[in-house]
Every structure is written in structure tokens, then in C-alpha cells.
Nanobody, 123 residues
């Protein structure tokens, strides 16, 4: 079975940091880009960041550039989202997803999705 297991969420105070992980299994990992999306209560799911298969190309939501960093370790079939200087508005469920040769913002291009991990930032 295809699995994308997101972990690393939790509760932090504003200004703190978290590192999310997304471990992939059950499918051929080669060639897949990986992205992160998030959904806050009462809001639509929004794009956070994505990284190409090689890691050479990344894409970030404009509002998150400079605070979030995406990376991946293909040998471990795992990708990471380092989140710094967290703000209460970053509170959301964060989802990882994979797409074939696509690191854009269109969630419809992502073919496999994980269940998400909750991030709560208090002021």
C-alpha cells in the first residue's frame, strides 16, 4: 500500500520551530516530487512548499519564503519541512503529497497524500 507518513507536528509558542518529516513507502519513489500543503480550520487547503526529485529545485509559497525550508533524503525515502519563526497563523494540519515531475501549487497534480500532522502555534 502507498503510504506517506507525516510526523513532527506539535504545539509550540510563537517564534519557535518544528521540523516535519514525511516518510514514503509502498511505491516507486524515483522521480517523484514532494510537496507540503496545509489546512487551517475553516480555510481551504493551501500550498506550502515542494521539492523536485533531485532536490535541486524548490518552490515555496511567497508568504513563507525565508521561514520554511524543504529538503529530502532519497536514500531514506523521507522529506522534511523545517519551520522557523512560527506564527499563530501557521496553525494548521500539514499534509505531504507526491507528484510526478511537478512542484507547483495545484493540489490536483499531487497523486498520493498523507494523513497530515497537526501544528499548533500559540501566541
Amino acid at each position: 500500500d502507498v503510504q506517506l507518513q507525516a510526523s513532527g507536528g506539535g504545539s509550540v509558542q510563537a517564534g519557535g520551530s518544528l521540523r516535519l518529516s514525511c516518510a514514503a513507502s509502498g511505491f516507486r519513489f524515483d522521480g517523484y516530487a514532494i510537496g507540503w500543503f496545509r489546512q487551517a480550520p475553516g480555510k481551504e487547503r493551501e500550498f506550502v512548499a515542494a521539492i523536485s526529485w533531485t532536490g535541486a529545485t524548490t518552490n515555496y509559497a511567497d508568504s513563507l519564503k525565508g521561514r520554511f525550508t524543504i529538503s529530502r533524503d532519497n536514500a531514506k525515502r523521507t522529506q522534511y519541512l523545517q519551520m522557523n519563526s512560527l506564527k499563530p497563523e501557521d496553525t494548521a494540519v500539514y499534509y505531504c503529497a507526491v507528484a510526478q515531475n511537478y512542484i507547483g501549487e495545484d493540489s490536483g497534480e499531487y497523486v498520493y497524500w498523507g494523513r497530515g500532522t497537526q501544528v499548533t502555534v500559540s501566541s
